[in-house]
T-cell receptor, first 110, second 115 residues
Framework: GQSLEQPSEVTAVEGAIVQINCTYQ??????LSWYQQHDGGAPTFLSY????GLEETGRFSSFLSRSDSYGYLLLQELQMKDSASYFC???????????FGKGTKLSVIP | EAQVTQNPRYLITVTGKKLTVTCSQN?????MSWYRQDPGLGLRQIYY???????DKGDVPEGYKVSRKEKRNFPLILESPSPNQTSLYFC??????????????FGEGSRLTVL
């Protein structure tokens, strides 16, 4: 079967660093995606890891460990506009879909 | 501008009155999909389509129908809506299977209320 876990809420201070963890169990795992969604908005793609290691895109980085079925999204130099929900989404072979977690609501406080 | 367009954005309807939510993409994407989002449940896939005339069920297909007669369009049909289908619906597309690329392009969402 499939399972997916990420924290439901995280609060961090503006300018700080926050890490959002994701553990998954996905048949025929291909890779792990991360999406951002602001309240009332559409999810937008942030990153995709198919290989182990860290991928950096500006202030955001994403990490994957295939052997541990674990990944994380790292947000640096937090800004108020980073307050949003963040979803990890593993993709599995043959399923033609991404499975989205329930999301982590990040609140950035002054 | 590359986009996924859904209509209507907001709709209030009554139980049993058939409705269609349209979705169109202008990126020549092969893959299209419908999700519903409910508080505390995240995004759940309803149906997806790998290409024209190829559709398949996602995780929560009950009460919904889809068709893919043209590459750019993927309408979601609620033949007899019920209150438990009150939700925020998203259409999404990608060039090929998002399991391989990780990237989906989402529409702005359609908020449906069934009374």
């Amino acid at each position: 079967g499939q399972s997916l876990e990420q924290p439901s809420e995280v609060t961090a201070v503006e300018g700080a660093i926050v890490q959002i963890n994701c553990t998954y169990q996905t048949s025929g795992f291909y890779g792990l995606s991360w999406y951002q969604q602001h309240d009332g908005g559409a999810p937008t793609f942030l990153s995709y890891n198919a290989l182990d290691g860290l991928e950096e895109t500006g202030r955001f980085s994403s990490f994957l460990s295939r052997s541990d079925s674990y990944g994380y999204l790292l947000l640096q130099e937090l800004q108020m506009k980073d307050s949003a929900s963040y979803f990890c989404a593993p993709g599995g072979a043959g399923s033609y879909q991404l499975t989205f977690g329930k999301g982590t609501k990040l609140s950035v406080i002054p | 501008e590359a986009q996924v367009t859904q209509n209507p954005r907001y709709l209030i309807t009554v139980t049993g009155k058939k409705l269609t939510v349209t979705c169109s993409q202008n990126m020549n994407h092969e893959y299209m999909s419908w999700y519903r989002q409910d508080p505390g449940l995240g995004l759940r896939q309803i149906y997806y389509s790998m290409n024209v005339e190829v559709t398949d069920k996602g995780d929560v297909p009950e009460g919904y129908k889809v068709s893919r007669k043209e590459k750019r369009n993927f309408p979601l049909i609620l033949e007899s809506p019920s209150p438990n289908q009150t939700s925020l619906y998203f259409c999404a597309s990608s060039f090929r299977s998002p399991a391989n690329t990780g990237e989906l392009f989402f529409g702005e969402g359609s908020r449906l209320t069934v009374l």
